[in-house]
Structures are given as C-alpha cells and as structure tokens.
C-alpha cells in the first residue's frame, strides 16, 4: 500500500510539473542568487576596505605633520578621530625602527609584524589580511617619510575581519530568506494554477469517465479548460461515439443473424410441413372423398334418424380432417402471389363478410382512418379469418371488435381483434404462435391457425402480438409497415 501511495503521489501530474519545471526554475534562479551574492559580498568587501582606506589617507598629513614636530598629543587626537568615523579596530604609529608610538585598540601588534610590515611599504603602501595575537584583521599601512625623503615612521589603521564576514553574513540571511519567500510563492502559484487549469478539467473527465464506467453510456466529457485538455475531451468523447457505434452495429449484426437463424428455422419447419402435408394430401385426400361421398349416399337412403345423425357425424368429421389437411397445405406453402396495394377498409369488411355468412353475426366493426398497405389480399384475409374465428369460438355470445388505427408518425398501420372471453394465459403467450399449440380443448382446434397468422405476417415484413383486451378477452394484433405508394386496388 505503501508502495501504491507513494507511486501515485510521485506519479501524479502535480508533483511531475513541480520536479521538471519548478524544481529547474528555483535551481536556476539559486544558482543566480549564489553568483550574485558573490558579487554583491567582494562589492561589499571591496568597499568597506575603500573605507578604511580613505580614513587612512584622511589623517595620514596630519599625523605625518605631527611626527615631524614629535607633537605626540596631536597625533593621539589623529588616531583616536578615527573611531567616531565608521567601525575601526585599531590605529597605530610605529618609528622607522618598529617601535610603537602611539596605539589605539584592543590589542597591539608586534614589533616584528611591525619591522614587516615598514619592510614591505618601501614600495608603497599596501593592505592584508592578518593575525594580531590571534583575531583575524584587515590592515592599512601607510608610510610617513621625513623632509629628505626617508621612511620616518609607519602608520597602520586596522578593522576586524569578523565586522566584515557579519555584513556578508546579514546579506547571506536576508538574500536566502528572500529567496525561500519567493520560492514558496512560486511553487504555491504553480500548484494554485495547476488545480484550476489543468486539476479540475482532468477531475471533470475522470468524473466523466466514472459515469460512463457506472452505466451512463450516452454521457459525455465537457470540453473546458486549456486547449489541450479540450483536444482530450473531444477525443474522449469520439472515442465512447466510436464505441457506442460499433456496439449498435455489433447489435443489429447480432439481431440480423437471429432473425436470419429465426427465418432459416421456419423455413426448415415450412419445408418439412410441406412435404408432409403433400404427403397427406395425397394419401388422405381420395380416401376421404371416398367415405364422404358413400356416407352421403347412405344419408339420402337412411330412413331412421338415428342412422341419419351417424352419418352426418362422420361427414362433419371428414370434413374437420379436410380442414385440418387444407390448413397443413395452407402453412406448408408460401404465398407467391405479387403483393399490391390494398384499402384497409374494404379488406376488413370482406373478412367480416365471410364471417357473417357463416353465422357469425355479433361481430362490431370500428372504422379507422383511410390508410392503405401493400400485401396478398387472400392471405391477410385468412388471418383475418382465423382470429375473428377463435375469437368468435372464445365467446359464442359475447362481444367481438374488429378494426384498425393507422400510426402515420411510426409508419405502421395496426389490425386488431378482441373479444370478452376468458383471454390468453401470460405464460402461454410466448408460444401462442407456434405451430400446434392451442388452448381450446382436444377435438376442437389443429393449432395451426395462429401459426398461419404468424407466417402471413412474416411474409408481410409485420408482426402479430397478442395483449389484453378492455372487454376481459384477448387482443389480438396485426402490426403493417405503411408503404410510401398510395395507389390503391379495389379488393
């Protein structure tokens, strides 16, 4: 964890910019201030030593006058005004053989620094740095010569080195402390305007990012801040719209390929029902013309009602086993007739027709607007047919609506059938389509008419639903893409 924390906090932008740009800056302008320094402490040095030299020369005429007239009372005046003029140490007066004349200081240098000292202004007068019974001073030595022109005395004008370094060291503190401020408010500055600059943007795409990680897929980064944050957020964002494309794409492939798998699927059970159903046409069909037509025959014969009402029920019953077998042929076979434009209107009403003339006569017709759809006329009525048929086997007196609506904004027209009886169970709904599954009761349903439905709508690029009704039933519903053609054929 330890690791971790320190990874991150020697990782993150913020420190990354204060070690590779601050850090450089602040070792640049130290290395300035050291340099300079150095040349504001030898300007300094060098001054206070022009200082103390121009003391010197200030009262060499007056004490080399004096030594002339052996006036010892105002040499002593002479030396002793120099201390009421900056920070001297000490003032001495040495003879031509480095006897002290007259001193003035804390502590005197010897005879022999002395005799050295008159040895080395034989060629002018000179400065050094030296040692008077161990504290480290800066001395002045200016020669005094009698009227023929002889050395005649020494006079030496001394200032603690210590004076100096304390000077030096003031400038020291006050150039470093200076420079800690400026330092402070350059790398508070730095991270101030890195928070509001560069921090807050970065924050705004990780709090994006997190959004985005949690469920939000549509969000997308603000592009605020410096250019080049912008320039990440732009990116950022047609990166999650690249993604978001391929996953739609990647999503309609995969639904594409269902319904391809879907259509391959009931063009196998097509197949297959077909060539059964061929087969049963075939092998079913003359016998049962056969037994149809002996049982009539007997029935124009029979006498006795009893034999009469036996020959009916086998004739009703060979014509179920017709049906069922017509049905088969029905679903086994796909429409190849062209598809035209078709009025709404009238092709419900034909559907409703045939109904009434097979003794359905409760069946209420709810108009909706004008539309037309593009379809065979024969099978979208035989879906007709068969809904108002199980919705009329689902309440023999109750009440049966057939109508439609036409949704011009979803370019979808809606064909629907409800009845009151007791409805589709929820579970069963999912497989009410296929083929053989029926709730009525053994004997009385093949369970091929809503699968026939299902197919003519395949065929028709729509789809059938089935949902509840208001009147208690089942609504049953034929959903039509509307064509851009509005020329219509009279069905």
């Not at 504290?135 to 030595?141: A, E, G, H, P």
């Not at 006498?303 to 088969?328: F, G, P």
């Not at 589709?424 to 009525?440: G, H, M, N, S, Y």
């Amino acid at each position: 964890m330890l690791r971790t924390r320190l990874s991150t906090l020697f990782g993150s932008l913020r420190t990354v910019l204060m070690v590779q740009v601050a850090l450089p800056v602040l070792m640049v302008l130290a290395l300035m201030l050291i340099v300079g320094q150095n040349l504001i402490s030898q300007f300094i040095e060098e001054r206070m030593q022009r200082d103390l030299q121009l003391i010197t020369r200030a009262i060499h005429l007056p004490v080399s006058q004096a030594l002339k007239k052996n006036d010892i009372e105002q040499i002593e005046s002479s030396l002793a005004s120099v201390f009421g003029m900056t920070e001297v140490y000490g003032a001495y007066l040495f003879d031509a053989d480095g006897r002290r004349l007259v001193s003035f200081g804390v502590v005197n240098p010897t005879r022999r620094q002395a005799t050295e000292a008159l040895e080395l202004t034989l060629d002018g007068e000179f400065a050094q740095y030296e040692r008077i019974k161990g504290r480290k001073v800066y001395s002045f030595f200016l020669p005094l010569f009698d009227l023929a022109g002889q050395p005649s005395g020494l006079l030496q004008v001394t200032r603690k080195r210590s004076d100096i370094d304390k000077s030096l060291a003031e400038l020291r503190y006050w150039a470093w402390g200076g420079f800690a401020v400026v330092s402070l408010l350059i790398l508070g500055i730095l991270a101030l305007t890195h928070q509001r600059a560069i921090g807050h943007p970065l924050e705004r795409l990780l709090r994006t990012m997190q959004r985005i990680e949690a469920g939000e897929k549509y969000h997308r980064a603000s592009q605020q801040g410096p250019a080049e944050v912008k320039k990440l957020a732009a990116g950022l964002n047609e990166m999650l719209d690249a993604i978001a494309q391929a996953e739609k794409r990647e999503n309609a492939q995969r639904q594409a390929r269902a319904q391809m798998a879907e259509k391959l699927r009931q063009t196998e059970t097509l197949a297959a029902l077909g060539q059964l159903s061929a087969g049963v046409a075939h092998e079913l069909g003359a016998p049962l013309s056969v037994v149809d037509g002996r049982a009539n025959r007997l029935l124009r014969r029979a006498r006795d009602q009893q034999d009469r009402r036996e020959l009916e029920d086998i004739r009703h019953q060979v014509a179920r086993m017709t049906s069922i077998i017509k049905q088969l042929l029905f679903y086994g076979r796909s429409s190849r007739a062209p598809k035209r434009m078709l009025d709404v209107d009238m092709l419900v009403k034909r559907a409703r027709r045939l109904l009434s003339e097979e003794g359905r006569q409760h069946i209420e017709l709810i108009s909706g607007s004008a539309a037309q759809i593009e379809g065979d006329a024969l099978s979208i009525e035989q879906a007709l047919i068969n809904l108002l048929r199980n919705a009329c086997q689902a309440c023999p007196d109750g009440k049966v609506i057939l109508g439609w609506e036409a949704d011009q904004g979803a370019r979808k027209l809606i064909l629907y059938v409800e009845d009151a009886g007791s409805g589709i169970d929820p579970a069963l709904r999912p497989q009410i389509f296929e083929p053989f599954v029926t709730t009525k009761i053994p004997g009385e349903g093949s369970g091929l008419g809503l699968a026939i439905v299902q197919r003519v709508m395949r065929e028709h690029q729509g789809s059938a639903q089935v949902k509840d009704s208001s009147l208690g039933g089942a609504r049953f519903e034929l959903v039509f893409p509307l064509p851009r053609a509005q020329s219509v054929e009279s069905t």
